[in-house]
């Protein structure tokens, strides 16, 4: 009896074992030291309603008490990521590629070293240039949510 006991809870750890290492990884926290090098990047399509197809996006970090985040994102060549705001504010680095911002109707040219401080409900839209993708660094101080204008 014992050992049917025995067996049965080493085969319990032994799936829970298995089933973690199936399970994507956390990203680790926004607290934590970390270096985060693009090449490692993991990229996936990020599931949001009424978001057009065509951006990925690649988490670094994410601060477990409030949810806020640093992540890799890449748009597409000639793609324009619609109208829309956050709750939170939003930091935002280019790292390659040339692109156009509209914050609150108002265009600015982007190039690879801008930065970009969107207050909260700030209207905005990212128009990457033909060309080349491009890869920006984003930052929000809570958790990411989009609220694209006009849906």
């Known amino acids: 009896m014992k050992r049917m006991l025995a067996l049965s809870v ?12 199936d399970a994507p990884a956390k990203p680790p926290s926004t607290e934590d030291g970390l270096v985060a090098h693009i090449a490692d990047a993991k990229w996936a399509a990020p599931k949001v309603a009424g978001m057009p197809p065509g951006p990925m996006a690649s988490a670094i970090a994410v601060d477990p008490a409030t949810g806020a985040s640093i992540a890799y994102v890449k748009l597409p060549p000639g793609f324009v990521f619609p109208t829309h705001w956050h709750t939170t504010t939003e930091y935002t680095v280019l790292l390659s590629g040339k692109s156009t911002i509209r914050i609150d109707g108002k265009e600015q040219n982007m190039v690879p070293g ?10 905005h839209e990212v128009a990457c240039a033909a060309g080349a993708e491009c890869v920006l660094l984003v930052h929000r101080s809570g958790p990411t949510d989009y609220n694209f204008v006009g849906k």
């Open 114 to 123: 801008s930065y970009v401080v969107l207050p909260p409900k700030t209207k």
């Open 10 to 21: 080493l085969a319990a750890l032994l799936l829970a074992v298995a089933a973690r290492a």
